[in-house]
C-alpha cells in the first residue's frame, strides 16, 4: 500500500478521521488513501493531492484563529478540574468576557495566565487569551459572550451531569440502585382484535397495564418509533427511518382519536369500513402487512381530519405547534413534497431540495392542507404517547417504557433533507466486519459531520433526544459507540473499506445525559460488537447503563459465571438481532445463514460451534445449580438461562416478549434486505399460532407460559 502524505495524514487527524485501526481480531488495519479522501471531502475538506491536504490544513488552522470564540463549550457540572477555552482578537486588544444564563442570568468568567505565541491571520496579528469558567454553573444549555472594541461573538455552552442519576424509581430508601425486570416487545408485533394490522400505541398501553399490574414488571422495551415515509411503500425497519425526531403514524389508534367521536354517523361508519377488514387474528403464514394497512388508515385520518376541530382543540393544535417550532414545519412540509414528488429528495427540483429555499415557502403555501395533516397526525401522535406514558404509571411500572434511538436516518428522508447541512450526504454509516457480521455491515444512513454539529451547538442532536424523551422512562441508543466514533462507509465502497470518524463524545454523551436529567429518564447504551474497552468505562463513570447479551457474555474458558456480569447494564438473554432464544437454541441464525450465503466457514463447522456452545451453557446452568432440563428440551433450556439471567447482578433484566410466548423465528437477519422478511413477522407461538393481546390475559397455554416465565424474576420485585 502507498505510504501516506503527511499533510493528509494531519490533516485527517485534525478532523478525528482514522488512517488505521485494530480489527476484532486484533489486527492491525491501514484505511486506504481514496476511502480517506473521500471521507475528508465529505466533510468540506479539498483532500484528493498532499498539496491539496495541506491547504485544507493551513485553512482549518486559520479559521480557529479567526473565531473570537470556539463553536462550542462543554464542561461538567461541579468539574474536579478547570474548564478553560480560547478567546481571539487583535493581540493586545482588550477582551470582555461573560456568560448569558439559561435562566436569563449572568455570570463571569476569569482570565487565566497562559501565553499562546500570536500569529498572523487574515494579515492581523491576532493573540489567543485564555479564559476559565466558574464550576458552580447550572445544568442547561447556556451563552457565552464575547467583546473587544467593535467586535463580538456569541458561542454555545453546555453544562452537564458530572454523572446521571439513576431515577427515583430506580433507588430504593437507602439511595443503592434497586434491580427491575421488564418485556422486550416490538410495538407493531403487539396487537389486539382492534388493531388495524400492525399493534398499536392503545396495544401498547394495554401491554404496559397488563404485565406491570399481573406480572409486577418495571418497564417495557420497545423498538424505535421513528417516522416512516407518507405513503407507500413503507419501509419494514424501524431502524431505517425517515425521522429519528417524529414518530410513525402508523401507530394511531384510529378510534382514539377525540375528534373520531364527533363524527356524522356516515363519516364514522365509513372510517370503521376502512378498519374492519384489517382487524382481527390473521393468518398463520401472513406477514405484517404495513402498506395495505397505511393505506386504509391513512384514509381514515384524512377523513378524520377533514371534520375540522373545536375551538379548544384547534387552540391545543395551535399551540402544539408553537412549540414543535421550525422541526415540526419543515417534516410536515417535506411530507408534502413526498406526495408531490416521491419520497427521496435528491430526485425533486433543484430549487425544492432545501427547506430554506422561496421555491420551497412558495409550495408549502400551495399545499397547506398536505402540511396541515401532517403535523395533525403528528399532535395525534404526541397525545397517544402521553396516554401510555399515563396508563404504565398508573398501573405502577416504575419506569414504563423505554424508548429505542436509531443510530440514523434514510438518506432520501425529511432529516437528512432538513438537516442536510448537517449530516454527511454521499456516505453511509456502518459496521467493521466482525465475529457475527464478517462481511462488514452498510446501513445506507448519512451521520452527523461533526464539525457542524459542534458549530450548531448540539442543537439538532439535542432537540432529537428531547422529542424521543418526551414520553418515555427511559432511552437505549443503537450502537452507543457512534457517539465517540462512527464507521464511515463512502459512496460505492464495500462496508469493510470504510474508516472511523471521532466524535466530541464528552458533548454528545454531555447532552444525552443533561436530556435525561431533565427528563428524569433512565439511559443503556448498546455496547455490543466492536467496542474500545474504554468507552464501556466512560459511560459507567457517566452513570449511564451498558447491554449485556448472554449468548455474547463469555471469555475463552466459556460462558461468565452470574456473578461475574455487570451490575450497571441491561441483561437479556436475546436480542433483536439474533434469534429468539429457542430459535437460537435449535440454530435458527445458523440455517437462514447457510441458506442465503451469509457463511464465512463451512456449515458443519457451524454447528459444531453451536452444539459446543449450548452444551456449555448447560454446563454454566448447572455449575450454579440450575437444572438445564433434559437434553433437547429447549422450552426448558430457556426457562433455565432466564432463571440465570435473575442471578446476574445486572440492574434491568429484560424479557424478550418473543421468549415469553415461545416463538422461534429470527425478527432480524442481519445482512440482508429483500432476501429475509425482517421486521414483517407477526408474533406467534410455540406452536406457530399468531398472538393477541387478548391470548396474553388467558387462560390459554401462551399465557401460562408468559407467567411461568416472569416468576423467574419475581425476586426482583418482592
Known sequence: ??????????????????????????????????????????????????????????????????????????????????????????????????????????????????????????????????????????????????????????????????????????????????????????????????????????????????????????????????????????????YLPVSRRFVSPLYLRVEDIPEYTRLDASVRAAVDALGEPLQGRGGVDELLNRDVAWTAKRAALKLIHGAGLSAERAQEFAAYREREGVALLDFATWSALCEEHGPAWMAWPEELRHPATEAVAAERTRLTDAVDFAAWLQWQLDQQLAAVKERAAAAGMPIGVIADLAVGVHPGGADSWALSDVLAIGVSVGAPPDAFTQQGQDWSQPPWKPNRLAELGYAPFRDMIRGVLRHAGGIRVDHVMGMFRLWWVPAGRKPSEGTYVRYDHEAMVGVLALEAARAGAVVIGEDLGTVEPWVRDYLHERGMLGTSILFFERDEVGPLPADAWRRLCLGTVTTHDLPPSAGYLAGEHVSIRDRLGLLTRPADEEWMGLWDEVASWRARLEAEGIDPGPVGDIPALVDALHRFLARTPTLLCGVALADAVGDRRTLNQPGTYLEYPNWQLPLLDADGRPVLLEDLAGPSPVADRVRSLAQAFASLTS
Open 1 to 238: 500500500m502507498t505510504e501516506l502524505s503527511p499533510n493528509l495524514v494531519a490533516l485527517a487527524t485534525a478532523c478525528g478521521v482514522a488512517t488505521e485501526y485494530w480489527d476484532w481480531r486484533g489486527e492491525y488495519v491501514a484505511v486506504p488513501e481514496s476511502t480517506i479522501v473521500a471521507v475528508l471531502e465529505s466533510l468540506g475538506w479539498e483532500a484528493s493531492t498532499p498539496a491539496a491536504a495541506g491547504r485544507s490544513l493551513a485553512q482549518l488552522e486559520a479559521d480557529r484563529w479567526r473565531r473570537v470564540l470556539p463553536p462550542v463549550v462543554t464542561m461538567r457540572q461541579d468539574a474536579a478540574g478547570p474548564t478553560t477555552f480560547p478567546v481571539h482578537v487583535p493581540h493586545g486588544d482588550p477582551v470582555e468576557v461573560w456568560i448569558e444564563l439559561e435562566q436569563a442570568d449572568r455570570a463571569e468568567v476569569r482570565q487565566v495566565d497562559r501565553w499562546v505565541e500570536p500569529t498572523v491571520v487574515d494579515g492581523v496579528l491576532t493573540g489567543e487569551a485564555t479564559f476559565e469558567l466558574p464550576n458552580d454553573l447550572p445544568l442547561g444549555y447556556h451563552r457565552i459572550s464575547a467583546r473587544s472594541g467593535e467586535r463580538s461573538a456569541e458561542s454555545a455552552l453546555i453544562v452537564t451531569p458530572a454523572s446521571l442519576e439513576l431515577p427515583a424509581e430506580l433507588r430504593g430508601l437507602d439511595g443503592e440502585p434497586r434491580r427491575s425486570w421488564g418485556h422486550l416487545a416490538q410495538v407493531y408485533q403487539v396487537r389486539s382484535e382492534r388493531s388495524w394490522g400492525p399493534g398499536e400505541l392503545a396495544d401498547l398501553a394495554a401491554f404496559a397495564e397488563w404485565s406491570a399490574s399481573e406480572l409486577g414488571s418495571g418497564f417495557v422495551l420497545i423498538n424505535p418509533l421513528h417516522a416512516t415515509a407518507p405513503l407507500p411503500p413503507i419501509e419494514p425497519s424501524p
